[in-house]
T-cell receptor, first 113, second 113 residues
């Protein structure tokens, strides 16, 4: 069964600090991996999309990395802001017949002033 | 900036009643999706829709669920006979082509009493 595990479950950091969120997956064969930001009570917003051949993708202060061999991805947030407080969700889409994505449970990030 | 819209924002219904959740995807998008998120849990894929037919559906999307694109702009999710466990946030999403960014709507919170 395809699984996406994220860690940590929650994280509290001070404004201005950096942080890294982890995503491990078992989805295979693999098509793409996406990171989303979800504010409470809102729909997810796409941050990055990486195919199996990409190692890194940046979007402003967000940088995602992918190691398809070890089936791991990370999302690094630089110089955190209060508005970064949200849930960050890793989503992996398979290939080879089914394209039903598997969502992780998310990492809840709280940025304190 | 174009966005996916959903109505209503909150729907309360009695168990056994039919509900229709409505979505207006971004106008030039071709792929449409419904997801649900039970409170405190991860987002789950329900169905994808392309070229006026269902592309894929998950195990959750049983005979009680149906989708329709009744005109050139709306995309609806119907639950024929709601159960208590259908209570969740339902998100509509759309994208243009392939691996392009998926845009999520703000969601409809469905409460079944």
């Amino acid at each position: 069964k395809n699984q996406v595990e994220q860690s940590p479950q929650s994280l509290i950091i001070l404004e201005g600090k950096n942080c890294t969120l982890q995503c491990n997956y078992t989805v295979s064969p693999f098509s793409n991996l996406r990171w989303y930001k979800q504010d409470t009570g809102r729909g997810p917003v796409s941050l990055t999309i990486m195919t199996f051949s990409e190692n890194t993708k940046s979007n402003g202060r967000y940088t995602a990395t992918l190691d398809a061999d070890t089936k791991q991805s990370s999302l690094h947030i630089t110089a955190s802001q209060l508005s970064d407080s949200a849930s960050y969700i890793c989503v992996v889409t398979p290939s080879g017949g089914s394209y039903i994505p598997t969502f992780g449970r998310g990492t809840s990030l709280i940025v304190h002033p | 900036e174009p966005e996916v819209t959903q109505t209503p924002s909150h729907q309360v219904t009695q168990m056994g009643q039919e509900v229709i959740l409505r979505c207006v995807p971004i106008s030039n998008h071709l792929y449409f999706y419904w997801y649900r998120q039970i409170l405190g849990q991860k987002v789950e894929f329900l169905v994808s829709f392309y070229n006026n037919e269902i592309s894929e559906k998950s195990e959750i999307f049983d005979d009680q669920f149906s989708v329709e694109r009744p005109d050139g702009s709306n995309f609806t999710l119907k639950i024929r006979s709601t159960k208590l466990e259908d209570s969740a946030m339902y998100f509509c999403a759309s994208n243009g082509q392939g691996y392009n960014e998926q845009f999520f709507g703000p969601g409809t919170r469905l409460t079944v009493l």
